[in-house]
């Protein structure tokens, strides 16, 4: 195995809210020198939240990168300094209004690896409760809109059918639930 290539330059090109775009020069194995764009992305969380009776939670919003409505697992990006798990049981309130009493980290995937570096990192959550009152108030972010729902597998599936459940991180989530029932 060779030993991860070192770059000879680095031009950040973009810097947003979530994520930031860096053009680096780098020399390929075989020695030719290339730049190669890559987004750098801090990190993300997803929820595979299960209910007491065995269905899971999904959300449904609005994602504007392709014009529609879909359901999907909950998921969020990670605050700066934040750690997984923390990030996984902020997320579960937010976007579903419950907290969890366990979280099992299952599984890291990349979703995109060819030009972004982010890490999903999927969880199970279960033995969900509302939160109490002395629970903190974690509201969604403002930039959601969200609705959320419980369903089982069969359900799921025909959200998939009907093309309601179009994103790969719902899907790998629930090769990754599968996975961890073996």
Not at 25 to 52: N, W
Not at 74 to 83: M, N, W, Y
Not at 119 to 129: I, K, P, S
Not at 138 to 147: A, G, H, S, V
Request: with cysteine.
């Amino acid at each position: 195995m060779s030993a991860p290539v070192v770059p000879h330059d680095i031009r950040q090109v973009f810097e947003g809210r979530v994520f930031r775009v860096v053009v680096e020069r780098i020399t390929l194995p075989k020695g030719q020198t290339v730049d190669m764009e890559i987004v750098r992305h801090p990190g993300s969380v997803v929820l595979i939240p299960v209910m007491d009776d065995g269905r899971l939670m999904l959300v449904r919003q609005y994602r504007h990168a392709i014009g529609r409505w879909v359901w999907e697992l909950p998921a969020g990006t990670l605050k700066a300094g934040e750690e997984f798990a923390t990030a996984a049981a902020r997320e579960c309130q937010e976007e579903i209004s419950l907290i969890p009493g366990k979280l099992e980290q299952l599984s890291g995937l990349y979703p995109t690896p060819g030009y972004c570096d982010e890490e999903m990192v999927y969880f199970l959550a279960t033995n969900l409760r509302t939160p109490g009152p002395n629970d903190p108030v974690l509201p969604p972010d403002e930039d959601e809109d969200i609705e959320c729902r419980p369903f089982s597998l069969d359900e799921i599936q025909t959200l998939m059918d009907r093309g309601e459940v179009v994103d790969m991180k719902t899907v790998a989530g629930l090769t990754v639930l599968a996975a961890s029932r073996r």
